[in-house]
């Protein structure tokens, strides 16, 4: 069986929903493929900061998603021999005048994301295997053996894309940090100031923030040594009690021990983190398949809590440019536009999450010698990375 689209978007993460409800906002038909028979839920938590919600208003969203999760107030870091400091983020100003952060739960935000797409925009147990050229066609084949047409195909299937493969962009690389995220779920209010708690010990950090009134978000980051082989690894980050060891070892604060121990391990989420270095992402590489282009993770996997945030911004600039373009027939050239600008971000990006991984890596030891102030070292990382990575207006579809 083949269908013919005009716009296919390879994979429901909250990127390509977000494109989708783009499109169909500004009159332009695309198909979504979900190689699930249902909507993926699985339970984490994203740290969405001020450009994504500029972004999620764009959309016509944000305030859906608002009232359901925590303004975060302040961040509060500590470690063992070190005084803990806390971070007022109101304090903190962008162009607007307001930083805003909340802690969103994934199957919170898919879930309003999809509500607002029309029923027949996403395509259940449909799988890419493989991508080929038919002239100016893409054939998209299916696991089910059926092939999908498409004019212009956007991949927003994770780090393990099969756009990125047709592509042919090199395998991110794997920066040494393993990760696991949890929730712990309370009958009523669970009683926790809007703070985001971060702990860091020798070789690993975690910390903690409330989603919403009932609900704590947690995540467990570990630098195994070069001993330790990575299967084996992986399941250490899903055993509470090796976790539980690590920070109890550390002296991490008993608010973030009582939060995973309260936790069902069952639901936890656990990936090693990668990258791509920016030179495998350049322009012409990105756009050396015509009509074709990927966004958010599947493009270029950043930490945890810059990733979503700038893959919902790309939504939008993608949608302007798309949607323009559809009308005006130049799609080839607005997807070269579009991946100029997100080299243009990932450049401005690079910096502030390669300061990151480099605090993560050495925090615990600059603290322990306390050859800093907690905080002018917390003022640097929101001074760098929270004014080039979050301070950004996407602009309107």
């Known amino acids: ?15 390509g929903l977000a494109t989708a409800i783009g499109l169909h906002r500004t009159g332009v038909k695309s198909l979504v493929l979900e190689s699930s028979a249902t909507m993926c839920t699985s339970g984490y938590a994203l740290g969405l900061w ?4 500029r972004a999620l208003d764009a959309l016509g969203i944000g305030d859906k998603v608002r009232e359901h999760h925590t303004l975060i107030e302040r961040l509060v870091l500590s470690s063992p021999r070190a005084t803990s400091a806390k971070i007022s983020l109101r304090g903190v100003k962008d162009k607007s005048g307001k930083l805003e952060f909340r802690s969103v739960r994934r199957d919170s935000l898919v879930e309003i994301l999809a509500k607002e797409l029309p029923k027949d925009a996403i395509r259940y147990s449909s799988e890419v295997v493989s991508i080929e050229e038919d002239g100016n066609l893409k054939l998209l084949h299916l696991a089910d053996g059926s092939i999908i047409k498409a004019k212009v195909v956007v991949g927003c299937d994770g780090i393990n894309s099969a756009v ?14 393993l990760s696991t995220g949890g929730f712990a779920e309370y009958p009523t209010n669970h009683g926790f100031k809007p703070e985001f708690l971060v702990t860091t010990g020798k070789g690993f950090h975690a910390g903690i923030l409330p989603c919403s009134e009932r609900s704590i978000y947690w995540y467990f980051n570990w630098r195994p040594s070069k001993k330790d082989k990575i299967d084996q690894s992986m399941t250490k980050m899903r055993d509470k009690d090796f976790i539980i060891q690590k920070l109890t070892t550390s002296k991490a604060p008993k608010e973030i021990i009582q939060v995973i121990e309260r936790s069902e391990m069952n639901h936890v989420v656990s990936s090693s983190l990668k990258s791509r270095s920016l030179n495998s992402i350049a322009p012409e590489k990105i756009t050396k398949r015509r009509n074709t282009c990927v966004i958010g993770e599947a493009l270029n996997p950043l930490m945890p809590v810059l990733g979503l945030c700038t893959a919902l911004e790309e939504s939008v600039v993608l949608v302007r440019y798309l949607s323009d373009a559809v009308h005006k027939g130049k799609i080839e ?9 997100k080299w243009n971000r990932c450049v401005e990006l ?11 890596k050495s925090t615990y030891w600059l603290l322990r010698f306390r ?5 002018e070292f917390w003022v640097m990382i929101l001074g760098t990375v929270l004014s080039a990575a979050t301070d950004y207006d996407c602009g309107k579809l």
Do not use: C
């Open 1 to 15: 069986m083949e269908t013919v689209e005009d716009i296919v978007i390879v994979g429901t993460d909250p990127a």
């Open 350 to 360: 690079s910096s502030g999450a390669s300061l990151v991984r480099f605090i993560v």
């Open 164 to 177: 990125v493969k047709y592509i042919g962009l090199k395998e991110p690389k794997f920066l040494g940090l």
């Open 50 to 53: 001020t450009n994504s919600w």
């Open 333 to 341: 050239k607005a997807l070269e536009k579009f991946a100029q600008h």
């Open 371 to 375: 050859r800093f102030r907690m905080e």
